[in-house]
């Protein structure tokens, strides 16, 4: 059939607030224009992120009932364990209260200053962890990534022959190789299982440990499964197998592709490596059966994994994205392709071309989208990846207004909602201005920062 349906009933409802441009412009004012500070309610259709906003299943709810809130030996961990076990086959796996929790007692334990972390791209908090501990974070996209209009199967790959020549260059600096998938600073791309395979042989061959960031790993492995040849007739669960069979470990945030609000996890196969990791869980995120997480928490997560690689769901999940790309491709709209697992990206660099990096393209795009419709998204530009350790600034290699599709949560018509708001701004797009920053704290600044509008 053509007809795009959700492959799930609805049993509960939330109302959305429908308001006024007068009121969201007053909004925008009130919150500096960082749509990170504006409430909710005051957000028609929600898509600054995919993370922890995903609506649960039936099964999820019962699960939490069965949650066991026992301090040490719950019951809950171990179903917890078992689920990620069964798609990832780490020996060790450490509960963590998100993704970013799991990176923080990572590159604690193997950053440090001098060191240089390389990565397909790191995104912001993978980043900022890597660099609070004084190293640095490289990133070493494939080439193809270079054209957003391209439609490139894996613009998500880790460009082999620059990671071959650091590793030979400067390997002594190198304690891991990160590789996160899909791709969300690009545009939601994934890698191919090939490419992952060989950034492995390379980890290994150079003795350096090779960690996946894993938190969208279903779609990764539905893009692998449609788009790669010989792996079409397998399934997402056994593709998901292979990619983490070749990792020696992975961070994860359990608040994307395992339907969970909440909590992520650090998995290792290294025996010493892990007792460390487990030290410093117990100092700053809680006891290693439930690492600050509720037990009923952990339950929810375990069910979530056992739904995410159903293959009509991430059928339906890509094709929503699909869908929302070939309406703006048709009307001119500029935007990466093709399109990715969790987001549909615009490219504000292009569409805004007289809005120059350093007065944020993609924040105005993003401004505009919502005092347009109420429509939330995030910039993924200069204003997120523009400032450097040393407290310069410089244009980020691409200015993007990422448009995060929550799972489980909006329908068909809300998509054309979307679609019909980017088109109403993409006619007004010449009248668009860029902003100033007026108030920016040192790390992480997209979430707090506040700014003014520029009049020319």
């Known amino acids: 059939m053509r007809t795009i349906i959700e492959p799930f009933r609805i049993k509960s409802v939330e109302p959305i607030r429908m308001t006024t441009r007068a009121e969201r412009q007053a909004v925008l004012t009130s919150a500096g224009y960082n749509l990170f500070r504006v409430r909710a309610e005051d957000v028609i259709i929600d898509l600054l992120t995919d993370s922890g906003v995903a609506a649960m299943s ?29 798609l990832m086959p780490f020996k060790h796996v450490i509960p963590t209260h998100q993704g970013r929790a799991a990176e923080a007692i990572l590159f604690a334990l193997v950053g440090g200053g001098g060191k240089i972390i390389p990565s397909n791209t790191h995104f912001d908090t993978t980043r900022a962890n890597i660099e609070a501990t004084g190293a640095e974070a490289v990133d070493l996209i494939c080439a193809e990534a270079g054209d957003a209009s391209s439609d490139a199967p894996f613009k998500g790959n880790m460009d082999l022959e620059r990671l071959a020549a ?10 891991c190789i990160m590789m996160t998938i899909t791709n969300n600073a690009g545009g939601g791309q994934p890698a191919s299982l090939g490419n992952i395979k ?8 150079y003795g350096k440990l090779f960690i996946i960031d894993g938190c969208r790993f279903a779609e990764n492995a539905w893009f692998i499964k449609q788009r790669e040849e010989g792996q079409r007739d397998r399934t997402v669960v056994e593709i998901v197998n292979d990619i983490f069979a070749c990792a020696d470990g992975m961070t994860m945030s359990a608040k994307k592709d395992a339907f969970a609000n909440i909590g992520g996890w650090l998995a290792l196969n290294d025996d010493a490596l892990a007792e460390e990791a487990r030290t410093r869980l117990i100092l700053t995120e809680g006891f290693p059966t439930y690492g600050g997480l509720a037990g009923r928490d952990l339950d929810a997560i375990a069910q979530g994994l056992s739904e995410i690689v159903d293959e009509d769901y991430l059928r339906y999940r890509v094709r929503v994205n699909e869908y929302v790309l070939e309406r703006l491709i048709a009307e001119g709209v500029p935007v990466v392709r093709p399109a990715g697992g969790h987001a549909v990206f615009l490219d504000a660099g292009v569409m805004l071309p007289h809005v120059p990096p350093l007065h944020y393209p993609g924040q105005a795009l993003a401004v505009a989208l919502y005092e347009e419709g109420g429509v939330r998204g995030c910039e993924i530009g200069t204003v997120m990846f523009g400032r450097q350790p040393d407290g310069s600034e410089r ?30 701004v993409h006619q007004r797009r010449s009248e668009l201005r860029g902003l100033r920053i007026v108030r920016q704290p040192r790390a992480l600044r997209h979430f707090t920062a506040a700014f003014s509008p520029l009049l020319s």
């Open 58 to 86: 039936g099964e999820q709810w019962a699960a939490l009932m069965r949650g066991d809130e026992s301090y040490a030996g719950s019951a809950s961990f171990e179903r917890f364990d078992a689920a990620v076990k069964r």
């Open 166 to 175: 650091l590793l030979e260059a400067d390997g002594a600096r190198v304690p």
């Open 198 to 205: 060989r950034v492995a042989a390379l980890a290994h061959r």
């Open 395 to 424: 244009p980020a290699r691409r200015e993007l207004v990422r448009l995060a599709m929550p799972r489980r949560v909006y329908t068909q018509s809300h998509a054309d909602y979307v679609v019909e708001t980017i088109l109403a």
